[in-house]
């Protein structure tokens, strides 16, 4: 089955840095690839996905990338703010009816 | 809709006491996961449902726990007995798909469960 490492498992940066979190994937077949974040006694909520027909996707100040050829895919935040400050879990599936293989989450620490 | 709700928010109880935690997923949503999170571990994928049916408990770490979902609005998550290493964050979320789109899942608040 599918298994999904992320690193690191705790980021501190400070307030207009960037911020980036790294995932890899075992299942070649996987390809679709969210990333959830969970705010401090929140639900975790989905903020930006990438499938497998596109390289890079941008959204204001995230953006995830994706290399399938050597699986493992990224979220990068820029000018972070301490909004920004939350645990961020990496998700990975393929197109059957499988559930998401979460990574174990980093938990992103803005500094201001 | 409100979406994912989900009771209690938090529950206390006593090591051999047993637990029930519900859950109500978003009108029209077919599949219903139930996750159990803590630091060591993360996110653990204990069962999900579809149409109600168990599809995979695979993560339903022993016989202590059972889950249910007796119709599309209702599924309660038991603990019998509960042990302090029980301990943790349990989330429900529901979607409305599992394929490659519509898939987005939504997490109800969370049940904190603390035994003594």
């Known amino acids: 089955g599918e298994n999904v490492e992320q690193h690191p498992s705790t980021l501190s940066v400070q307030e207009g840095d960037s911020a980036v979190i790294k995932c890899t994937y075992s299942d070649s077949a996987s390809n679709y690839f969210p990333w959830y974040k969970q705010e401090l006694g929140k639900r975790p909520q989905l903020i930006i996905d990438i499938r497998s027909n596109v390289g890079e996707k941008k959204d204001q100040r995230i953006a995830v990338t994706l290399n399938k050829t050597a699986k493992h895919f990224s979220l990068h935040i820029t000018e972070t703010q301490p909004e920004d400050s939350a645990v961020y879990f990496c998700a990975a599936k393929d197109s059957g009816n499988t559930p998401l293989v979460f990574g174990k989450g980093t938990r992103l620490s803005v500094i201001a | 809709d409100a979406g994912v709700i989900q009771s209690p928010r938090h529950e206390v109880t006593e090591m051999g006491q047993e637990v029930t935690l519900r859950c109500k997923p978003i009108?029209?949503?077919?599949?219903l996961f139930w996750y159990r999170q803590t630091m060591m571990r993360g996110l653990e994928l204990l069962i999900y449902?579809?149409?109600?049916?168990?599809?995979?408990d695979s993560g339903m770490p022993e016989d202590r726990f059972s889950a249910k979902m007796p119709n599309a609005s209702f599924s309660t998550l038991k603990i019998q007995p509960s042990e302090p290493r029980d301990s943790a964050v349990y989330f429900c979320a529901s979607s409305l798909a599992l394929g490659l789109y519509y898939n987005e899942q939504f997490f109800g608040p969370g049940t904190r469960l603390t035994v003594l």
């Open positions: 009108s029209g949503h077919d599949y």
């Open positions: 449902f579809n149409n109600n049916v168990p599809i995979d």
